[in-house]
């Protein structure tokens, strides 16, 4: 008897991602600040110690079938002064990467997750030049100590996210309101994907370099109001695809309406991208809004599959059309993140099979995706709402940092291992 269709090619990875902050502990940086300022729940503090338990977190890795891992380097820890780089901390990290390699394990290594250091800010802002140097300097000091071990670069995270959350809604460092300024850094960050790239392909040589980019749908809160309808299709132009068009196509384009209008040729971005990592989590709607700050965003949980612990909607029908959408820039795509808060354990395997079933018929309809991340590998810090919303395919008891595996590990083993798909 033959066997059944693979819905995923031998040579597609299955992996799990992280990132520095969220989960090594013990690091100072802008958003250590933050914390201290009360913008979070809870501090991050030793968030759940993998930077002493990383040897124990990649058994989990291999225990859960996983080809691959997602990380970051902290950027406060490799250069804590301006210029003076650590090199214990680059040989930490070099270990860190034998030790996936003695695993099997390919390492994606990400520059940029959202964290500065604490000097970052007040010498070189990313609403200045300086910024774009600044960040190729850490690339390559990272590139070089790194170099030989790492299977994809991923030089930014969730740009957009950055920036909305750090120069319009003033939710992350540097907490500010400010479209120009938001303006500025966008170009700038788009500088200094290329500027790392370079220093990156010089440092290691022949090694793929993209971002990870997070996408939502979206969608009218009203969809009778032809103003609700115009604000959502800037909104998704704006958050979807402003970014990849930027590094794919070389024009960084940012619209909203009476808001803002934007439009600038960035040099050498055209063709950046070796692959394009897409985030994908939810949904949302979008609507106009009477008032600063004129836009009201919401989840509606419309197909009432119940919304996540983050108040989320479930909605793979959006990954759909976003993999449509990523597809038509013609580079290869990773999935880099996707996953939900989920406290019981008992919702993700179903939330997974429903993503991945979407994947896989994206890809039988030419799609060209090589890879997906689980995010999260642990439990660990989410930002403002700290340590508490649960991503981990393992469970961390944030008191005794104990590891347990969630019931999906063992589905997804089994997904990972024979590349078919299993309802759970
Ligand atoms: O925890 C974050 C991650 O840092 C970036 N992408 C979304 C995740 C869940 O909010």
């Not at 910024?131 to 990272?142: M, Q």
């Not at 790492?150 to 319009?168: D, I, K, Q």
């Not at 115009?230 to 808001?259: C, K």
Request: with cysteine; hydrophobic share 40%.
């Amino acid at each position: 008897m033959s066997e059944p269709a693979r819905d995923f090619p031998q040579s597609f990875v299955f992996g799990a991602a992280t990132a520095a902050y969220q989960v090594e502990g013990g690091i100072e940086n802008d958003w250590t600040d933050w914390e201290r300022a009360g913008k979070t729940r809870t501090p991050c503090g030793r968030a759940v110690d993998h930077w002493n338990r990383w040897e124990e977190d990649f058994d989990l890795l291999g225990a859960a079938g996983l080809g691959a891992y997602r990380l970051s380097v902290e950027w406060a820890r490799v250069e804590p002064e301006p210029g003076r780089f650590d090199d214990a901390v680059l040989a930490r990290y070099r270990a860190m990467l034998e030790g996936l390699s003695r695993r099997g394990i390919k390492a994606m290594v990400t520059l940029h997750h959202f964290t500065h250091p604490r000097w970052f800010h007040q010498r070189t802002p990313w609403t200045g030049a300086a910024s774009v140097e600044a960040f190729a300097a850490f690339s390559r000091k990272v590139a070089e100590a790194l170099r030989g071990r790492v299977s994809w670069w991923c030089t930014l995270n969730e740009p957009m996210v950055f920036l909305l959350g750090g120069y319009v809604a003033a939710q992350m460092p540097p907490g500010l309101k400010d479209l120009d300024g938001f303006a500025k850094a966008a170009a700038n960050l788009m500088r200094a994907h290329l500027a790392a790239r370079r220093a990156i392909r010089e440092a290691d040589p022949g090694v793929p370099v993209g971002i990870a980019h997070n996408s939502l749908g979206v969608a009218p809160l009203r969809s009778v109001s032809p103003l609700d309808r115009t604000i959502s299709r800037f909104a998704h132009d704006l958050y979807n695809h402003a970014v990849p068009r930027a590094l794919i196509e070389g024009e960084l384009r940012l619209q909203m309406p009476l808001l803002l209008r934007r439009k600038e040729v960035i040099d050498g971005a055209r063709g950046s991208l070796d692959f394009l990592g897409v985030n994908y989590y939810s949904r949302i709607h979008v609507g106009a809004k009477l008032g600063a700050p004129w836009l009201e965003t919401r989840y509606v949980d419309v197909a009432r599959r119940g919304l996540t612990d983050l108040g989320w909607e479930c909605h793979p029908e959006g990954f759909g059309a976003l993999l449509e959408q990523m597809k038509a820039y013609g580079v290869p795509l990773y999935i880099t993140e996707n996953g939900l808060a989920d406290e019981s354990g008992e919702r993700r395997s179903a939330f997974l099979y429903d993503h991945l079933k979407v994947l896989a018929t994206a890809m039988r309809g030419g799609a060209d995706v090589r890879g997906y991340f689980h995010w999260s590998l642990l439990d660990n810090f989410e930002w403002l709402e700290g340590l508490g919303p649960r991503f981990g395919l393992y469970r961390v008891d944030f008191q005794t940092l104990a590891r347990t595996a969630t019931p999906t590990v063992a589905w997804l083993k089994r997904v990972a291992q024979t590349g078919r798909l299993a309802t759970p």
